[in-house]
DNA sequence: TACAAAAGTGCAACTGGTCCACTTATTGCC
DNA sequence: GGCAATAAGTGGACCAGTTGCACTTTTGTA
């Protein structure tokens, strides 16, 4: 009859209900506010308990994030995968300039952006999304340059890669700003212009 | 009688409650642990309700930060006060030399030390009491410079600056770990050694 | 002395998050 | 096909941080 699911249908149930909450969360988020909804709202409007919106996900922040990607993979290959020649501050110029921006410029992400960055409990959680994957990207930079995998030099330059989001956020001109801070990174400040 | 009061009874009466708030906070803390102490718990050896608790204090956390001098000035006097000829990246080198690892080197402070450094909750907040003078030290960086007051590259600077005690923490050779993040922000990142 | 502002109270309520014992659906396996 | 193991979901109690409200007491001041 029917092709047999390469998944299973437990499986496919568990996604499903899983975007039913994230939806339903995104919805009422957009409508009223993120703190005018409570988690209770959500799974009522999911028509899940509570007990089950927990199961799916860890913290009310996290119903907001869904797709959560791996961004550390990306970024650790970016250091290991660079070409022959290019050091390791350019490699990462490079990949936060090709792998962030797009967010904002998707015209459908506009009210989303907005949400976010009009509720600081959420700008504080995505920003910590980045900052979370220093020890890693950190690690693969200190084994690149061939030194102790806890160096600190290493792990600030991560550190500080990992701000750009935050650091560029609302500005004009995005790309200009996360060239300048990569300068920075680069170069060492030095007073501007 | 008495001299008298230069601070009115009201003012002294304020000051005393919050200290004994403040007081009770910590003994029991470490006493027990952060977590393991509610704060009602606090509010109840205090002699005081929850409410007035919450009226002296913002948060849970910020009953354990109760000095709250004021750093961002320091700070933003680091930068205008510095000698003639002297850049700026070196003058908040000697700033943070001078006046963060004291105090973990205070013997009183040791047990203070470990109970922040053992809860995330705590330790999150001490970074993010930093992180917060981000756009004051980032204006007056820029206004040093006589660039616009929301340069990037002045915030990115400052923001970086303000992380070297999260970057920093638990190194065994602390001073040598803050020179290393400083000659990353005034030469640029370079593979180590 | 009278009165306004400030400090403190007590309590209920809300919210995010966890726990627990329980039911139901799905799956893999004999 | 039958069955036991497992995973998803339930519901409700519960905890802790935090706020709101209506109220009393204390203090400063005119």
Redesign the pocket.
């Known amino acids: 009859m029917d092709t047999p699911p390469v998944t299973?249908?437990?499986?496919r149930?568990?996604a499903a209900?899983r975007k039913a909450i994230a939806d339903a969360a995104l919805r009422l988020f957009l409508e009223r506010g993120y703190?005018r909804?409570?988690?209770?709202d959500v799974a009522e409007a999911a028509?899940?308990?509570?007990?089950?919106l927990?199961?799916?996900f860890?913290?009310?922040?996290a119903l907001v994030f869904d797709e959560e990607e791996d961004r550390e993979a990306e970024l650790v290959a970016a250091v290991r995968g660079r070409p022959e020649g290019q050091s390791v501050v350019e490699a990462l110029r490079g990949h936060v300039l090709a792998s962030w921006p797009p967010l904002a410029a998707h015209p459908l992400r506009a009210e989303f952006t907005a949400l976010v960055e009009s509720t600081p409990a959420l700008l504080e959680y995505y920003e910590r999304m980045w900052t979370r994957h220093t020890a890693a990207l950190g690690a693969a930079v200190a084994e690149d340059a061939g030194v102790a995998p806890d160096d600190v030099a290493c792990h600030a330059l991560a550190r500080f890669v990992l701000e750009t989001p935050a650091l560029t956020r609302g500005r004009k001109d995005l790309r200009g700003a996360v060239e300048q801070v990569f300068d920075l990174l680069a170069h060492g400040w030095r007073p501007p212009s």
Do not use: Q
């Open positions: 299973g249908r437990r499986e149930k568990k209900t703190d909804v409570s988690v209770r028509d899940v308990s509570t007990t089950t927990f199961k799916h860890p913290s009310k922040e």
